[in-house]
């Protein structure tokens, strides 16, 4: 039993070293303080702070207008899209298609999947609304909806 937990310690830090640390002092070493903190800190910084700034009228105004598949939602600075496929497979593939690209976006929609249904709202958390990070997943699921 103790040694499972060693093993386990020393692949989670990726140390390869399976003795467990003597405290938390030993853990802070410099490869793992750049796992556990500056990656976590590079996947979150803001790359372009003009992306997720909240859009001013005349921008949201033209952006909108290249979204015309898509909707304001009531009382809420979002945009919302649905979706309905032949089936449940062709609805999730497309999930997981635009999962990718909002990986790759680090931006990422609020959506719920009924069967052949997919219910997309996009809103930026940190801005608290519509920022250029919407327009530009919003773009991108367009053209892979056709
Ligand atoms: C660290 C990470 O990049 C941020 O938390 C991202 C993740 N995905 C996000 N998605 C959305 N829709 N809004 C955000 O503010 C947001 N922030």
Not at 53 to 62: K, N, Q
Not at 93 to 106: D, S
Not at 118 to 140: C, E, M, P, R, Y
Request: overall charge neutral.
């Amino acid at each position: 039993m103790g040694e499972r937990r060693q093993v386990a310690h020393g692949s989670l830090l990726g140390t390869g070293n399976a003795d467990p640390p003597a405290s938390l002092d030993d853990r802070l070493d410099g490869s793992t303080l750049r796992r556990a903190i500056l990656r976590p800190w590079r996947l979150c910084r803001k790359k372009d702070p003009s992306m997720t700034a909240p859009l001013d009228d005349p921008t949201r105004t033209t952006a909108l207008a290249t979204l015309p598949a898509w909707s304001l939602v009531p009382g809420r600075d979002a945009l919302t899209r649905t979706l309905t496929f032949k089936d449940f497979n062709e609805a999730f593939g497309f999930m997981a298609r635009v999962a990718l690209i909002a990986e790759k976006q680090e931006h990422h929609p609020e959506w719920t999947n009924i069967y052949n249904t997919v219910h997309l709202t996009l809103s930026t958390h940190d801005a608290g609304g519509l920022t250029h990070k919407d327009i530009t997943l919003a773009q991108a699921i367009d053209r892979l909806a056709g």
